[in-house]
């Protein structure tokens, strides 16, 4: 691990968060689930980094640890540190912890409806986060809200203030998600699944508005996501997860055009694309998912991988420079795939 | 061409919206499908798409017969099944069956898979003998993708995908002719989503299936469907065979829609402007006038906020109800 974090740190900027092996578990009845199992990955200023994964791969564990929001118990998180802007986030008490949590780190989650309080109108649920985390007098946070609300798109935002979530529509509910999360200037905003429960023509304007701002207002941005489309428009760096380790780590488009590891390439295989002639059969991933509380000593992907040898069931690969600029993948044949890779296009095209 | 195995005309499905505790007193009326016809050929796919409270469900519903429409035909192999009672629609139940988007609610957690697969068997009195039922049990299971050891399992014990599989084989059951998939693989995940595609396609050769995909992502529709619809508030904008509607779509809607998808890859994406659709899908109790989507649409002229356009045929196959389409 130490060693990836030293090419990292070749790069220009500071990050402005780093996570180091980070280790989250749930003790459940059926056995201790390693949910998060030693997961290192920064974020620069004002960067975009897609986390990519299926149902149980640890990506949403993964965010709600930065934020120290693991329910204990069954939860807990086991090791590793979370350097956030110089301080380790795991090291701070509750009270600093909620200072950071919608303060510099603003969250928007999936499902809007219950991530809003739904008996406290729109304008009280801003103004809130503004009095608590900025002292605001209730004057000028009104005053801030609305121009929140005209940052997010939203029409008549003084009447809108008076309203309650249920009164708004999905797409509209997500906007104030994302109102709050800005109000009071975050460095940094998690956001997971934001658009998964919103149709398609909303996520669109969503993920847009998303983008328009964190760039404008230069906000870095965790995007934990399960759609690949979503990532390639809108990530500058990417990280796969499967079984609650990254297996595969680098810029978009290395990870989309040169991938490295078997699970990112079957996944971008098995889906079907509009800008693609159609084909004739889709390449599934074969098999299902692992347990977590089953895992053994060797890799997890190693059951549905088309490229598993014997030394995979030996120990786990640990992500390794691919040569590529902040390219690595957790496969022992890795250089090998980079030769199948080219094969796979050839066939696809 | 053939005779249609599917026909649908003018289906209205208007749900009343009713008000008070004591004195309910109907205050409005829920278009959710306002006038749709379409076709299906045996062994066709086709597939029926758009975004939450379009009214797709609620067409495949009233195919379904699970609510009966408040207009309009639907003839299954020649024969209105729209106006059929109750009594008289146990045939068709054998011969039009559903697959459900979630695998989680729609297995009763109470009922081993092996009595889930048996149960419409049961109900229409095929294969009364028990050890021949268990033996067609196994043999769905095995169809279906899934070891025989499954029919003693509960749902819970399964991953999604599996259990996606079971509600596959409980469709099966019956030897059905056509069945609806509502939103069949939406709940998966992409890994698993594939497998239960290419599984769907397989059933469709071997059994000479019919399907009405109900979906809303359309690089799965287009991958599964000969022809698709397009739907929005309650009515079709436009439909055509789907290398047509996805390489020339016409409707200002279909072709919002499909640029909203993201592609699985950042050079396509760097380089394609774009523009997301602007508003809200309108409150189908009060639909705007004219064409429906005139609020939201790039194209819209003074006309058509006052007149409903007519789905007209452009070319032969491609259907769409805009008035600015040549």
Redesign the interface.
């Known amino acids: 691990m130490n060693m990836i974090q030293g090419e990292r740190s070749g790069r220009r900027s500071t990050p402005l968060l780093e996570i180091r092996d980070l280790h989250t578990e749930f003790r459940t009845g059926a056995g201790t689930v390693r949910a998060v199992d030693g997961i290192s990955y920064a974020v620069d200023p004002g960067e975009t980094v897609a986390v990519v994964g299926?149902?149980g791969s640890g990506k949403s564990v993964g965010a709600l640890s930065i934020l120290r929001l693991i329910p204990d118990p069954p939860g807990r998180i086991t090791g590793g540190q979370i350097l956030f802007a110089g301080r380790d986030l795991l090291q701070l008490s509750e009270e600093e912890m909620r200072e950071i949590r919608g303060g510099e780190i603003g969250m928007v989650f999936q499902e809007p409806m219950t991530s809003l309080n739904p008996v406290l109108t729109i304008g009280r649920q801003l103004t809130e986060a503004l009095e608590q985390h900025r002292g605001l007098e209730r004057a000028a946070s009104h005053q801030r809200a609305v121009e929140l609300l005209k940052l997010v798109g939203i029409a008549e935002p003084i009447r809108r203030l008076k309203q309650y979530p249920h009164q708004l529509?999905g797409?509209?509910r997500q906007r104030v998600m994302i109102a709050i999360a800005l109000a009071c200037d975050p460095k940094l905003i998690i956001a997971d699944e934001p658009t998964t429960a919103l149709?398609?023509?909303?996520?669109?304007?969503i993920?847009?508005l998303m983008k328009e701002l964190t760039r404008r207002l230069g906000v870095a941005l965790i995007i934990i996501t399960?759609?690949?489309?979503?990532?390639?428009?809108?990530a500058n760096r990417v990280n796969v997860m499967y079984a609650g380790r990254i297996v595969e780590s680098g810029n978009?488009?290395t990870i989309?055009?040169r991938p490295r590891h078997p699970y990112t390439i079957?996944?971008?295989n098995?889906?079907?694309?509009?800008?693609r002639p159609?084909?004739a059969?889709?390449?599934?991933?074969?098999g299902?998912?692992p347990d977590l509380t089953r895992l053994d000593a060797g890799c997890s992907f190693r059951p549905r991988c088309r490229f598993a040898v014997e030394a995979c069931a030996a120990s786990r690969p640990d992500l390794t420079a691919t040569g590529e600029a902040g390219h690595f993948s957790a496969c022992f044949r890795q250089s090998e795939l980079g030769v199948a890779n080219e094969t796979v296009k050839e066939t696809a095209a | 061409m053939s005779t249609p195995l599917l026909e649908v005309k003018g289906l209205e499905m208007h749900f009343p919206v009713s008000e008070g505790i004591l004195m309910r007193r109907k205050v409005g009326e829920v278009k959710a499908v306002d006038g749709v016809d379409f076709t299906v050929q045996r062994g066709e796919t086709l597939g029926l798409v758009g975004?939450?409270g379009c009214g797709k469900t609620t067409t495949g519903r009233c195919i379904l017969r699970l609510e009966k429409p408040t207009a309009g035909e639907i003839r299954y192999d020649g024969v209105n099944i729209a106006p059929l009672e109750r009594k008289e629609l146990r045939g068709l139940r054998r011969r039009i069956q559903v697959i459900f988007q979630d695998p989680y609610s729609s297995l009763n957690p109470r009922m081993k898979v092996g009595q889930i697969i048996a149960e419409p068997m049961k109900v229409h009195g095929i294969e009364p003998d028990a050890a021949k039922r268990n033996a067609r049990v196994r043999e769905l299971l095995s169809v279906c993708g899934l070891n025989s050891r499954f029919a003693d399992r509960y749902p819970h014990e399964m991953?999604?995908?599996?259990r996606q599989r079971v509600g596959i084989a409980r469709a099966l059951a019956l030897n059905p002719e056509f069945i609806v998939c509502d939103e069949a693989v939406s709940a998966l995940?992409?890994?698993?989503?594939?497998?239960v595609?290419?599984l769907l396609?397989d059933l469709r050769e071997q059994f000479g299936l019919t399907y009405l995909f109900i979906a809303?992502d359309?690089?799965?529709v287009?991958?599964l469907c000969q022809r698709v619809a397009v739907m929005y508030l309650g009515r079709i904008v436009e439909m055509a065979d789907?290398?047509t509607l996805?390489s020339d779509p016409q409707h200002p809607y279909t072709r919002?829609?499909?640029?909203?998808?993201?592609?699985?890859?950042?050079?396509?994406?760097e380089q394609r402007a774009?523009q997301?659709?602007?508003g809200?899908?309108p409150s189908p109790m009060h639909p705007p006038p004219g064409c429906v989507f005139h609020p939201r649409c790039p194209m819209a002229v003074a006309t058509c906020r006052q007149q409903r356009p007519p789905i007209r045929e452009i070319r032969p196959g491609h259907f769409v109800a805009c008035s600015e389409v040549s």
């Open positions: 299926e149902s529509s797409g509209m149709d398609v023509t909303i996520q669109a304007q993920l847009e399960h759609n690949l489309g979503v990532v390639a428009r809108y978009a488009a989309y055009h079957a996944l971008l098995s889906v079907p694309r509009l800008d159609r084909q059969r889709l390449d599934p991933v074969e299902q998912p | 975004e939450s991953s999604g995908g599996q995940d992409v890994s698993i989503q594939a497998q595609i290419n396609e809303h359309l690089s799965v287009r991958h789907s290398d996805f919002g829609l499909l640029a909203a998808v993201p592609v699985p890859d950042p050079s396509v994406e774009f997301p659709v602007p809200e899908v």
